[in-house]
C-alpha cells in the first residue's frame, strides 16, 4: 500500500524517532518541523516516480500502520534498485512484520520491476536488519570501512546484493525474470 495522507502524523513520529534514525538514517538526528515535513511527505505520496517507491506496512489483523517499505535508485536499463524496510511501532519488532514486508518487497522488485539485482545497505551496530538481510540470501559485497561516526565511534556501513538468480533459488520462485530480453 503507498503512502497515505491520512497516516501523516503517524509518519512524522516516525521521522522525529531518534532510535529509529538511528537505526536507518546516515543524517544526525534533528526534528523536523511539522510544515517541512508535509511538504516532503506530500510529494513523496502524491508523485509518481520511475526511481523509487515508498509504500506503508499494516497489521493484518488490526490494519494498523506499523511501518514503512521502500524501493530506491530504479534503475530499468542496469535492473537494479535498493531497498529498505523500517517497523516504525517498537511492539510489532522481532514478530516477522520486517521479514514478510521484505519477502514482498523482494517479490514485487524481481517480479514486477524484473529486477536483475537488489541490494541493502546495513550499518554495523543495526544487527537486527543485517540478520535479515543475510536471511532472506542476500550476500555481503563488501564494507565502507568506518564510514558513520556515532555514539562517539565509527562505524562500518556493509552493502548486501540479491541477484534473480538466487531469489529464484531461495524463494523458488521460477517466475521471476532473470534475462535482459524478459525486460525489452
Known sequence: MSLRMQNIHTHF???NDAELNRLDSEAPHREEPFGSFKERFERLSDEESSSHRHFEIHDTVEETLIGVAYVA??????RHAMVGVTIGE????????????????LRYCFRELELHRVSAETFE???AWRDLVEGMGFVKEGAAREYLY?????????????LAREY???FRDPT???SPEAAA
Open 168 to 170: 529464484r533459488e531461495e
Open 150 to 162: 556515532r555514539d562517539g565511534e565509527y562505524w562500518d556501513k556493509n552493502l548486501y546484493a540479491l
Open 90 to 105: 517498537r511492539e510489532y519488532w522481532g514478530q516477522g512484520y520486517g521479514r514478510e514486508s521484505l519477502r514482498l518487497l
Open 13 to 15: 513520529k516516525w521521522n
Open 73 to 78: 535508485g530504479i534503475s530499468p536499463h542496469h
Open 176 to 178: 521471476s525474470s532473470a
Open 125 to 127: 551496530y543495526n544487527t
